[in-house]
């Protein structure tokens, strides 16, 4: 199979402070990892495209200066959330791909952030 | 914008199949069709995808009409576990990113 984890399952953080969420991909090595973020009621949207060893690729909208993504391995990619604020608590859900582009992603359970 | 037309809601009984429509008229011949559900609270799982013929594995068959307008996914004998928003895409082969839709809400009951 394909799985990917990510951790924590869940968290919940003050305002003003940073939260680092890890995605990984269990049993094959993803070159490139995606990140999504999911508001209630709404559809998944794409926030960045990580390749390992390189900068990340943002979509458009995207602060980069908050949304830090690493990925400095085959199988660790990780997202930091600084300064969170209230909006942005939400379902962090990334995705990894083996192979080349077009290859099938595999998503990983989520992350529920709550910012109070 | 995703680039397919699903309905908002679907009900199956159980034990039935469930046959989940999408459209994509406006699909060019390197994009492929692919199909994920999310179960409530938890990540996309991916169930199939296919380019022009029908495929099927152990979870569902998708059914891509002739012109390619159009796909069906069957899950052939639908699971009160099969309750979730399923999404059709349309991606090109060489590309990455997944445009999600707001998918069809498919509820299975007893």
């Known amino acids: 199979g394909a799985v990917v984890s990510q951790h924590p399952s869940r968290v919940i953080c003050k305002s003003g402070t940073s939260v680092k969420i890890e995605c990984r991909s269990l049993?094959?090595?993803?070159?490139?990892m995606f990140w999504y973020r999911q508001f209630p009621k709404q559809s998944l949207m794409l926030m960045a495209t990580?390749?390992?060893?390189?900068?990340?690729?943002?979509e458009q909208g995207v602060e980069k200066d908050k949304f830090l993504i690493n990925h400095a391995s085959l199988t660790l990619s990780t997202l930091t959330v600084t300064s969170a604020h209230p909006e942005d608590s939400s379902f962090y859900i990334c995705?990894?791909?083996?192979?080349?582009?077009?290859?099938?992603?595999?998503f990983g359970p989520g992350t529920r952030l709550l910012v109070l | 914008d995703a680039k397919t037309t699903q309905p908002t809601s679907m009900d199956c009984a159980e034990g039935r199949a469930a046959n989940l429509p999408c459209n994509h008229s406006?699909?060019?011949?390197?994009?492929?069709v692919y199909w994920y559900r999310q179960i409530h609270s938890q990540g996309p799982q991916y169930i199939i995808h296919?380019?022009?013929n029908n495929e099927t594995n152990e979870m569902a068959s998708l059914i891509i009409t002739e012109d390619r307008k159009s796909s069906t996914l069957i899950l052939p004998h639908a699971t009160l576990r099969d309750t979730a928003v399923y999404y059709c895409?349309?991606?090109?082969?060489?590309?990455?990113?997944?445009?999600f839709g707001t998918g069809t809400r498919l509820q299975v009951f007893p």
């Open positions: 995705s990894a791909r083996r192979g080349r582009a077009g290859e099938t992603q595999y």
């Open positions: 049993d094959f090595q993803a070159t490139t």
């Open positions: 990580s390749n390992e060893g390189s900068k990340a690729t943002y």
């Open positions: 406006t699909i060019s011949g390197n994009e492929y």
């Open positions: 296919g380019l022009k």
């Open positions: 895409i349309v991606r090109p082969y060489n590309t990455d990113k997944l445009i």
